[in-house]
């Protein structure tokens, strides 16, 4: 083996400026056109009431590791006991856990999120090991309690809009409460009507009388259950909302209201068991798609995200909750069932802008095809440029390859100009620097390109270009105005 010096022309420091910015063209895209943009996180599952309410946050382990699963899989991987990673056990030991973890996540995306959030807002370029962990979760912990509430990591990141993910049945208080401040930072709610889509069993009822009570209307059929849920984007569409998401494992299959599925309806109401898995499916899709009726109606973006297998660890489930890393890929056939669904709202003008996002690399031409299908107007006369978005690579397809891979197949069978760029999709306040990778990503592909004479040298249209899609293109995508 030959031992290169550090000062080797051919080795570069780890995340030093130039970091995936491989020519020069893609340094000075970077620097003179992206790098100082404002940040518009159109959709993540920040806490509103974190943000509202400047929280101060105790340690690293609070901010850094609670609720990222994410880590949690690492951590799993390496050995660490489940103890240290999502029990009630001394913050310190959990941190020192993941220091001792991070150097086995060579390669894996986490290890350039890990690095590239402690040198930002925290300034330490130290690499986080089991010897370093002690200085760094101590360094950190002091700046956490003297300098980086909520509100101030959203401002060192220049984050101008985020878009919080909330159930129809949220009072949505804490946004209320952030825009009376009238501060530089917007905060908006995103309707997730997910947990209401019809299915057996006594947590849809609760969730269906939750839903009853805050929307004061007493929900017997299909009928006022769409009352209800129209009151609620009402509500939301009042305090902001410009957009819905959906999560689902495959889109349902598009039907029509029916006196079968009424009644299915009101039996599932009624706690009986004899409806079945075809009919659910069928009901989700009539719901689904009155839905979406009314997000046209309102201007909103309509999101889903489709392909995710959830909660796959039974036993793990049953000990933590949801959403804690027991989830895959799923395989599903996903081309047919949205195909219909986007045609039939299609056909009566009534397809909103929409954003797909797919986890299933495997269906990532899928995804880059189907929305040009429906391009164009949203109502007749009104064409939208962009309006079909292929969003950006979503979970375990957010990384480097991911990235790349969907911006080329978006380059070949779309247009890349009219590209609305990178979401967090995260928990945590200290993810905002995927912003930063998903742009330097970018450049250097464009820069590579214009090296490689694949592209002209015309910076002046490729800078613009790269700053529409990393900023100016989401900020006209979303009607916040209207």
């Excluded at 570069?12 to 895209?29: M, S, V």
């Excluded at 009919?279 to 979406?292: A, H, K, S, V, Y």
């Excluded at 064409?383 to 950006?392: F, L, R």
Aim: glycine share 6%; proline share 4%; aromatic share 10%.
């Amino acid at each position: 083996m030959i031992d290169l010096p550090s000062s080797h022309p051919t080795t570069r420091g780890f995340l030093d400026e130039n970091f995936i910015l491989e020519t020069e063209t893609a340094r000075y895209l970077y620097a003179e056109f992206v790098r100082d943009l404002p940040i518009i996180d159109y959709h993540n599952h920040l806490s509103p009431a974190e943000v509202a309410l400047d929280k101060r946050y105790d340690n690293m382990t609070e901010i850094w590791l609670q609720g990222d699963h994410y880590k949690w899989r690492a951590m799993r991987a390496n050995g660490v006991p489940e103890a240290l990673i999502t029990g009630s056990t001394d913050p310190w030991r959990s941190f020192n856990a993941w220091a001792h973890t991070v150097p086995y996540t060579m390669r894996n995306p986490l290890y350039h999120w890990t690095h590239m959030e402690l040198k930002k807002p925290f300034g330490i370029s130290d690499l986080l090991n089991e010897a370093s962990a002690r200085s760094i979760y101590d360094q950190c912990n002091e700046q956490l309690q003297s300098r980086w509430t909520a509100r101030a990591l959203l401002n060192e990141h220049k984050v101008q809009v985020i878009c919080t993910t909330d159930e129809p049945t949220d009072d949505l208080r804490y946004h209320r409460q952030l825009a009376s401040e009238g501060t530089d930072l917007t905060m908006l709610p995103t309707f997730r009507p997910d947990a209401l889509f019809p299915a057996t069993g006594q947590a849809w009822r609760t969730r269906v009388a939750e839903l009853a009570t805050v929307s004061g209307l007493a929900i017997t059929d299909l009928d006022s259950f769409l009352e209800a849920m129209q009151q609620r984007i009402n509500f939301f569409h009042e305090t902001g909302c410009r957009a819905a998401d959906h999560g689902l494992a495959q889109m349902p299959l598009t039907a029509n209201r029916s006196n079968q599925l009424d009644t299915a309806f009101r039996q599932l109401l009624a706690g009986q068991t004899n409806v079945t898995p075809d009919q659910i499916d069928q009901l989700t899709g009539c719901i689904l798609l009155e839905l979406c009726r009314m997000y046209h109606q309102r201007g909103w973006v309509q999101q889903f995200h489709l392909g995710a297998l959830r909660q796959i660890n039974t036993r793990l489930t049953k000990q933590i909750g949801i959403n804690i890393g027991v989830d895959s890929i799923n395989d599903l056939p996903q081309t047919a069932r949205l195909a219909r669904f986007l045609d039939t709202l299609d056909q009566t003008g009534q397809l909103t802008k929409t954003v797909l996002y797919n986890l299933n690399p495997a269906d990532n031409e899928t995804f880059a095809t189907m929305i040009g299908n429906f391009q164009g107007e949203s109502t007749p006369g009104e064409s939208t440029p962009g309006k079909m978005q292929w969003g950006s690579a979503w979970w375990f397809l957010d990384q480097k390859d991911g990235m790349e891979t969907q911006l080329n197949i978006l380059s070949n069978m779309g247009l890349l100009g009219r590209f609305i760029g990178m979401v967090t999709d995260s928990r945590s306040l200290l993810s905002f620097s995927r912003h930063d990778y998903f742009r330097r990503l970018l450049c250097n592909i464009i820069g590579t390109d214009v090296e490689k004479g694949l592209l002209p040298r015309d910076l002046t249209w490729l800078g613009q270009m790269t700053a529409n899609i990393a900023y100016h293109n989401v900020s006209t995508f979303f009607d916040w105005k209207h």
